[in-house]
């Protein structure tokens, strides 16, 4: 029997893509206890099965099992391959065609079966559950942070370190320049030029354009607020780079109609 074999983790910071190569690891011993040949392996690291972003090596998966490439899909769980109802009715649906198998590290799943299917929509609807749980849980916690002024985590703003506590000095010394220039009547476009010029870059590795010279202009992380859902909330943890008075006359300058319609201003 030729098993198609898929590997997901939905978050990988550290880019090490652990989790992916111990489903690898147990999902192929399943396929030797069987006796399985594994015609392909499909992997779609650091993707979430929740969200509405599509998955290309699962949608390559689901071609090649209707092409009649495989009789056996394997994976370390059902929530390795879906996390949604309407994902689940599409694989019942090709197994109903195909007479495909689901085969996991944790338990097989017959959806040609009313059973398998039954067992099926339910294990879908408690991973589904355990995402809206935990994203409760993560916007609890980014608010809790916020009220109490600490950074929220993710990427790094400019300026600061890994940490969103640390000023990084260069960086600050940008900024600093870059609100001067605003108020002094520079232009958007102009800032992130000399900042590209420069050799410097956002904290994704990027160059700089109006736009994004803009949202970091604008943000008020740089005069000492904490911001939960774009509203200021209260004083912030970190140092600020920027005094009130600078802030508070590029926030102004920024929101002109003529500036919020002008490309590079």
Request: charged share 25%.
């Amino acid at each position: 029997m030729r098993a198609f074999v898929y590997l997901r983790q939905s978050l990988d910071r550290a880019g090490t893509s652990a989790a992916v190569d111990r489903q690898r690891e147990d999902c192929l011993k399943l396929c030797t206890e069987r006796g399985w040949d594994v015609a392909r392996m499909f992997c779609d690291n650091d993707t979430s099965a929740s969200s509405s972003k599509p998955r290309p090596a699962y949608q390559q998966m689901l071609g090649g099992v209707d092409q009649g490439d495989a009789e056996v899909i394997v994976a370390w769980h059902v929530d390795r391959l879906t996390r949604k109802l309407t994902e689940l009715e599409h694989l019942i649906d090709l197994s109903a065609r195909t007479g495909v198998r689901i085969a996991t590290v944790t338990g097989d799943l017959d959806l040609t079966t009313d059973t398998g299917r039954l067992v099926g929509r339910i294990l879908a609807s408690v991973a589904r559950g355990e995402v809206e749980r935990k994203g409760a849980r993560q916007r609890r916690a980014q608010q809790q942070a916020a009220q109490q002024g600490r950074p929220a985590g993710g990427r790094r703003p400019f300026g600061y370190g890994a940490d969103g506590m640390t000023v990084i000095a260069s960086e600050a010394k940008e900024l600093r320049g870059a609100y001067q220039t605003l108020v002094e009547g520079g232009s958007l476009k102009g800032i992130a030029a000399r900042w590209n010029d420069a050799g410097v870059l956002t904290t994704a590795g990027n160059r700089w354009t109006h736009s994004t010279v803009r949202r970091t202009l604008k943000n008020p992380r740089y005069a000492g607020h904490r911001a939960y859902r774009g509203e200021v909330v209260g004083p912030a943890k970190w140092p600020s780079i920027i005094d009130e008075d600078t802030f508070e006359s590029a926030r102004a300058l920024l929101a002109l109609p003529a500036r919020r319609t002008s490309t590079g201003t």
